[in-house]
């Protein structure tokens, strides 16, 4: 083994799919890029991490919810396209050619070109840490949509892409909550 720079520590250990996070403010709607995203449990409860300095951030803290939308592989370039710029100056919807959805339970837009869609809730803001907790009050799956493959970034412009499942749910079927 060789020594790695603690600064790239973080790559060793990414927490899940790149997200895009929408929301709907007094601007309108908007679309941010998240790479730092965690569930906290078997229950809806996901955290992100973002600041004051994310344009939707006043948005997402004034109105309390916001849709994390799972993009596949495909759509590479809006996602880094979307970190790149500021829903300040930009509807990252046009630019990228997105689809706002309705939901059904919160304001803030579903993404009709992403494979899964769920509506949250803030239930916290861990401001030492700029962590948003959310509960999820709704979700969907296109069931439809053929690339299922999901981007994980790991720092540095640097993206690994979801292979192929493997299945062990008999061998856990015995060790999981009830109702997971």
């Excluded at 916001?66 to 630019?95: H, N």
């Excluded at 059904?104 to 916290?124: G, Q, S, T």
Aim: hydrophobic share 40%; net charge positive.
């Amino acid at each position: 083994m060789k020594p790695l720079p603690l600064c790239k520590a973080f790559t060793l250990l990414e927490p899940g799919p790149v997200v895009l996070v929408s929301t709907c403010g007094a601007q309108g709607f908007n679309v941010m890029t998240i790479s730092w995203t965690m569930v906290m449990d078997f229950t809806p409860r996901f955290a992100l991490t973002t600041g004051p300095w994310n344009h939707s951030y006043a948005a997402l803290k004034k109105s309390k919810e916001c849709v994390i939308a799972i993009p596949t592989v495909d759509l590479i370039d809006q996602v880094v396209g979307i970190g790149t710029c500021s829903g300040a100056d930009t509807d990252k919807f046009e630019k990228f050619g997105l689809t706002p959805l309705e939901g059904r339970v919160v304001k803030a837009p579903l993404i009709k070109e992403c494979l899964a869609n769920i509506e949250c809730r803030v239930v916290d803001i861990v401001s030492k840490h700029n962590i948003v907790v959310l509960e999820g009050v709704a979700a969907c799956l296109d069931r439809t949509r053929r690339e299922r493959k999901m981007l994980h970034a790991v720092g540095d412009g640097a993206f690994i892409v979801d292979g192929e499942r493997i299945d062990r749910r008999r061998m856990m079927r015995s060790k999981l909550p009830p109702g997971v």
